[in-house]
T-cell receptor, first 115, second 112 residues
Framework: GNSVTQMEGPVTLSEEAFLTINCTYT??????LFWYVQYPGEGLQLLLK?????DKGSNKGFEATYRKETTSFHLEKGSVQVSDSAVYFC??????????????FGKGTKLSVIP | DTGVSQDPRHKITKRGQNVTFRCDPI?????LYWYRQTLGQGPEFLTY????????KSRLLSDRFSAERPKGSFSTLEIQRTEQGDSAMYLC??????????FGSGTRLTVV
């Protein structure tokens, strides 16, 4: 089956620190990979995605590279801000036999950035 | 279009009662998904609609759960005889081929 494992939180960083959140996956088929962010009281928002090996997704200073050889999609940001405090979810999707692109999520990593 | 709307935002119900949630997707999106998110976990897939047809259901969707999408527009998720284990955030998302998911803000269900 499909599964996503991401590093446990919570993660607390000082403003301007470097962020890495590790994510590895197992999948049947060739997955697309995603990072979603959930701010308090809000729904999930797509942060970035990559659809094939060696693709780099990037948005708002966050980056992640699709590494097929290590089945990983680690999230990085060079300098975090207080406004980045949220829960981050790694996810994959593979086309199912029924035609859906259902997402399989990791458990989430809560990031708190302190001034 | 203002995105995916879910109603209500919060629902508190007594164990054994029935509840129904509504999702209004982005109008041109023909694919609709329901997910459930419990505290400290990532969302888990419940069911998928393409237009009005329910094409896929998770094993998580017991016979107490039913979902509909009449006319391929809004969708409803009903839980009958609620149990405390049903307490969770229920998320709806819509999409169309080539476009990523848009999630709603969810309905938080508390069963007391």
């Amino acid at each position: 089956g499909n599964s996503v494992t991401q590093m446990e939180g919570p993660v607390t960083l000082s403003e301007e620190a470097f962020l890495t959140i590790n994510c590895t996956y197992t999948a049947t088929g060739y997955p697309s990979l995603f990072w979603y962010v959930q701010y308090p009281g809000e729904g999930l928002q797509l942060l970035l995605k990559a659809t094939k090996a060696d693709d780099k997704g990037s948005n708002k200073g966050f980056e992640a590279t699709y590494r097929k050889e290590t089945t990983s999609f680690h999230l990085e940001k060079g300098s975090v801000q207080v406004s980045d405090s949220a829960v981050y979810f790694c996810a994959l999707s593979v086309l199912s036999g029924a035609g859906s692109y259902q997402l399989t999520f990791g458990k989430g990593t809560k990031l708190s950035v302190i001034p | 279009d203002t995105g995916v709307s879910q109603d209500p935002r919060h629902k508190i119900t007594k164990r054994g009662q029935n509840v129904t949630f509504r999702c209004d997707p982005i109008s041109e999106h023909n694919r609709l998904y329901w997910y459930r998110q419990t505290l400290g976990q990532g969302p888990e897939f419940l069911t998928y609609f393409q237009n009005e047809a329910q094409l896929e259901k998770s094993r998580l969707l017991s016979d107490r759960f039913s979902a509909e999408r009449p006319k391929g527009s809004f969708s409803t998720l009903e839980i009958q005889r609620t149990e405390q284990g049903d307490s969770a955030m229920y998320l709806c998302a819509s999409t169309i081929v080539g476009v990523g998911y848009t999630f709603g803000s969810g309905t938080r269900l508390t069963v007391v």
